[in-house]
Protein backbone atom coordinates (compact mmCIF):
# COMPACT_ATOMS: atom_id res chain seq x y z
CA UNK A 1 0.00 0.00 0.00
CA UNK A 2 1.33 3.51 -1.10
CA UNK A 3 2.22 5.90 1.88
CA UNK A 4 4.26 6.39 4.40
CA UNK A 5 6.39 4.00 6.62
CA UNK A 6 7.75 4.51 9.82
CA UNK A 7 10.52 2.37 11.70
CA UNK A 8 10.29 1.26 14.52
CA UNK A 9 7.34 1.35 15.90
CA UNK A 10 7.97 1.70 19.32
CA UNK A 11 11.75 2.42 21.11
CA UNK A 12 13.35 2.79 24.61
CA UNK A 13 16.51 4.26 24.87
CA UNK A 14 18.60 5.65 27.37
CA UNK A 15 19.74 9.11 27.81
CA UNK A 16 22.54 9.92 25.85
CA UNK A 17 22.02 7.66 23.69
CA UNK A 18 21.72 7.32 19.75
CA UNK A 19 19.10 6.44 17.66
CA UNK A 20 17.54 6.41 14.23
CA UNK A 21 14.18 7.17 13.19
CA UNK A 22 13.60 5.94 10.02
CA UNK A 23 10.52 7.28 7.31
CA UNK A 24 10.17 6.42 4.16
CA UNK A 25 7.15 6.93 1.00
CA UNK A 26 6.67 5.75 -2.11
CA UNK A 27 4.42 8.15 -3.14
CA UNK A 28 7.42 10.29 -5.41
CA UNK A 29 6.40 13.22 -2.70
CA UNK A 30 8.50 15.68 -2.40
CA UNK A 31 8.30 17.12 0.47
CA UNK A 32 8.84 15.19 3.74
CA UNK A 33 8.65 16.65 7.36
CA UNK A 34 9.54 15.03 10.85
CA UNK A 35 6.99 16.31 13.82
CA UNK A 36 6.48 15.21 17.36
CA UNK A 37 3.97 14.86 19.44
CA UNK A 38 3.50 15.77 22.67
CA UNK A 39 -0.01 16.02 25.47
CA UNK A 40 -1.20 19.67 25.02
CA UNK A 41 1.28 21.08 22.38
CA UNK A 42 -0.47 19.54 19.30
CA UNK A 43 2.06 18.41 16.51
CA UNK A 44 5.14 20.53 15.97
CA UNK A 45 7.75 20.85 13.39
CA UNK A 46 11.04 19.37 13.89
CA UNK A 47 12.52 19.19 10.85
CA UNK A 48 11.57 20.14 6.96
CA UNK A 49 12.47 18.86 3.17
CA UNK A 50 11.40 20.28 -0.20
CA UNK A 51 13.92 17.23 -2.08
CA UNK A 52 17.06 15.38 -2.23
CA UNK A 53 19.40 17.62 -0.88
CA UNK A 54 17.59 20.16 1.16
CA UNK A 55 16.41 20.38 4.37
CA UNK A 56 15.52 23.33 6.79
CA UNK A 57 14.49 23.50 10.27
CA UNK A 58 11.37 23.70 11.95
CA UNK A 59 9.77 24.86 15.30
CA UNK A 60 11.65 22.40 17.37
CA UNK A 61 15.12 21.62 15.83
CA UNK A 62 17.65 21.31 18.95
CA UNK A 63 18.51 17.84 19.91
CA UNK A 64 17.60 16.53 15.97
CA UNK A 65 19.14 15.47 12.91
CA UNK A 66 18.50 14.92 9.27
CA UNK A 67 19.51 14.45 5.96
CA UNK A 68 17.70 13.75 2.55
CA UNK A 69 19.83 11.97 0.01
CA UNK A 70 16.60 10.12 -1.91
CA UNK A 71 13.21 11.42 -2.41
CA UNK A 72 12.27 8.16 -0.83
CA UNK A 73 14.30 8.28 2.39
CA UNK A 74 14.15 10.82 4.90
CA UNK A 75 15.52 9.72 8.38
CA UNK A 76 15.92 11.71 11.91
CA UNK A 77 18.56 11.43 14.39
CA UNK A 78 18.73 11.96 17.70
CA UNK A 79 22.36 12.24 18.72
CA UNK A 80 22.65 12.28 22.64
CA UNK A 81 18.93 11.09 23.52
CA UNK A 82 17.63 13.49 26.98
CA UNK A 83 13.84 12.79 28.48
CA UNK A 84 12.82 15.66 26.84
CA UNK A 85 12.71 13.79 23.95
CA UNK A 86 10.23 11.48 25.04
CA UNK A 87 7.30 11.74 22.93
CA UNK A 88 5.40 10.30 19.69
CA UNK A 89 7.20 11.22 16.30
CA UNK A 90 5.35 11.39 13.20
CA UNK A 91 6.36 11.43 9.60
CA UNK A 92 4.68 13.43 7.08
CA UNK A 93 4.86 14.03 3.40
CA UNK A 94 2.79 15.71 0.80
CA UNK A 95 3.35 16.59 -3.26
CA UNK A 96 4.34 20.14 -4.03
CA UNK A 97 3.06 19.68 -8.03
CA UNK A 98 -0.69 20.05 -8.16
CA UNK A 99 -3.32 21.71 -6.03
CA UNK A 100 -3.57 18.75 -3.54
CA UNK A 101 -1.98 20.41 -0.23
CA UNK A 102 -3.14 17.10 1.92
CA UNK A 103 -0.09 15.39 3.76
CA UNK A 104 0.25 11.99 4.57
CA UNK A 105 1.45 10.78 7.68
CA UNK A 106 2.95 7.55 9.20
CA UNK A 107 1.86 5.77 12.15
CA UNK A 108 4.23 6.87 14.10
CA UNK A 109 7.15 6.22 16.59
CA UNK A 110 6.83 6.62 20.17
CA UNK A 111 9.75 7.10 21.99
CA UNK A 112 10.59 7.14 25.73
CA UNK A 113 13.87 8.27 26.95
CA UNK A 114 14.65 6.69 30.62
CA UNK B 1 4.43 31.41 20.47
CA UNK B 2 1.29 29.33 19.68
CA UNK B 3 0.22 30.73 16.43
CA UNK B 4 -2.94 28.27 16.29
CA UNK B 5 -5.32 28.45 19.10
CA UNK B 6 -7.68 25.47 19.17
CA UNK B 7 -10.16 24.91 21.94
CA UNK B 8 -11.67 23.21 23.41
CA UNK B 9 -9.19 21.02 25.07
CA UNK B 10 -11.64 18.04 25.09
CA UNK B 11 -15.77 17.57 24.16
CA UNK B 12 -18.26 14.98 25.09
CA UNK B 13 -21.49 15.17 22.68
CA UNK B 14 -24.16 12.89 22.49
CA UNK B 15 -24.82 11.06 19.29
CA UNK B 16 -27.21 12.74 16.96
CA UNK B 17 -25.86 16.18 18.31
CA UNK B 18 -23.40 18.76 16.44
CA UNK B 19 -19.73 19.07 17.39
CA UNK B 20 -18.27 22.43 17.56
CA UNK B 21 -13.90 22.93 17.43
CA UNK B 22 -13.22 26.85 16.96
CA UNK B 23 -9.23 27.69 16.36
CA UNK B 24 -8.25 30.86 15.95
CA UNK B 25 -4.80 32.42 14.34
CA UNK B 26 -2.39 35.67 14.36
CA UNK B 27 -0.46 35.28 10.58
CA UNK B 28 -2.05 36.90 8.70
CA UNK B 29 0.04 35.31 5.80
CA UNK B 30 -1.52 32.35 6.60
CA UNK B 31 -4.38 31.32 4.04
CA UNK B 32 -4.64 27.37 3.77
CA UNK B 33 -6.92 26.05 6.72
CA UNK B 34 -7.14 21.99 7.06
CA UNK B 35 -8.66 19.79 9.86
CA UNK B 36 -6.96 16.58 10.66
CA UNK B 37 -8.38 13.61 12.46
CA UNK B 38 -6.32 11.24 14.26
CA UNK B 39 -7.76 7.57 16.00
CA UNK B 40 -5.34 6.02 18.67
CA UNK B 41 -2.04 4.60 17.65
CA UNK B 42 -2.47 6.17 14.05
CA UNK B 43 -1.23 9.55 12.20
CA UNK B 44 -3.40 12.24 11.60
CA UNK B 45 -5.44 11.82 8.54
CA UNK B 46 -6.62 15.05 6.30
CA UNK B 47 -10.48 15.89 6.92
CA UNK B 48 -11.52 18.50 5.20
CA UNK B 49 -9.79 21.98 3.95
CA UNK B 50 -10.41 25.20 3.31
CA UNK B 51 -8.93 28.37 1.95
CA UNK B 52 -10.30 32.04 2.68
CA UNK B 53 -11.74 32.66 -0.79
CA UNK B 54 -15.15 30.73 0.01
CA UNK B 55 -16.51 31.45 4.23
CA UNK B 56 -17.76 27.89 4.60
CA UNK B 57 -17.15 24.38 2.81
CA UNK B 58 -19.39 21.53 3.57
CA UNK B 59 -18.15 18.10 3.00
CA UNK B 60 -20.78 14.90 4.09
CA UNK B 61 -21.41 15.89 7.54
CA UNK B 62 -18.13 17.90 8.27
CA UNK B 63 -18.05 21.87 7.37
CA UNK B 64 -15.52 24.07 8.46
CA UNK B 65 -16.89 27.85 9.06
CA UNK B 66 -14.08 30.45 8.50
CA UNK B 67 -14.24 33.98 9.40
CA UNK B 68 -11.22 35.97 7.33
CA UNK B 69 -11.96 39.48 9.23
CA UNK B 70 -11.98 37.71 12.72
CA UNK B 71 -9.06 35.40 11.74
CA UNK B 72 -11.21 32.51 12.92
CA UNK B 73 -11.93 29.33 11.67
CA UNK B 74 -13.98 26.17 13.12
CA UNK B 75 -15.09 22.67 12.23
CA UNK B 76 -18.85 21.87 12.57
CA UNK B 77 -19.56 18.02 12.90
CA UNK B 78 -23.69 17.06 11.89
CA UNK B 79 -25.45 14.18 13.56
CA UNK B 80 -22.19 13.25 15.82
CA UNK B 81 -21.73 9.24 15.75
CA UNK B 82 -19.45 7.05 18.30
CA UNK B 83 -17.54 6.52 14.92
CA UNK B 84 -15.87 10.10 14.77
CA UNK B 85 -14.35 9.92 18.22
CA UNK B 86 -11.08 10.37 18.08
CA UNK B 87 -8.62 13.62 18.43
CA UNK B 88 -8.89 16.84 15.98
CA UNK B 89 -6.35 19.03 15.13
CA UNK B 90 -6.77 22.26 13.11
CA UNK B 91 -4.25 24.05 11.44
CA UNK B 92 -2.82 26.53 8.72
CA UNK B 93 -0.30 27.36 6.55
CA UNK B 94 0.35 29.78 4.25
CA UNK B 95 -0.12 29.05 0.03
CA UNK B 96 2.90 28.53 -1.25
CA UNK B 97 3.85 26.46 -3.84
CA UNK B 98 6.92 25.07 -2.00
CA UNK B 99 7.55 24.70 1.60
CA UNK B 100 4.07 25.32 3.28
CA UNK B 101 4.87 24.54 6.70
CA UNK B 102 1.62 23.80 9.05
CA UNK B 103 1.24 24.69 12.06
CA UNK B 104 -0.85 22.90 13.95
CA UNK B 105 -3.57 23.67 17.13
CA UNK B 106 -3.40 21.79 20.20
CA UNK B 107 -5.97 19.38 19.52
CA UNK B 108 -9.26 18.52 21.06
CA UNK B 109 -10.41 14.67 21.71
CA UNK B 110 -13.59 14.12 21.17
CA UNK B 111 -16.03 11.86 22.87
CA UNK B 112 -19.67 10.36 21.22
CA UNK B 113 -21.48 8.98 23.87
CA UNK B 114 -24.27 6.17 22.75
Known amino acids: NAGVTQTPKFQVLKTGQSMTLQCAQDMNHEYMSWYRQDPGMGLRLIHY???????DQGEVPNGYNVSRSTTEDFPLRLLSAAPSQTSVYFC?????????????FGSGTRLTVV | QQQVKQSPQSLIVQKGGISIINCAYENTAFDYFPWYQQFPGKGPALLIAIRPDVSEKKEGRFTISFNKSAKQFSLHIMDSQPGDSATYFCAASPWTGTASKLTFGTGTRLQVTL
Open chain 1, 92 to 104: ASRSLQGMNYGYT
Open chain 1, 49 to 55: SVGAGIT
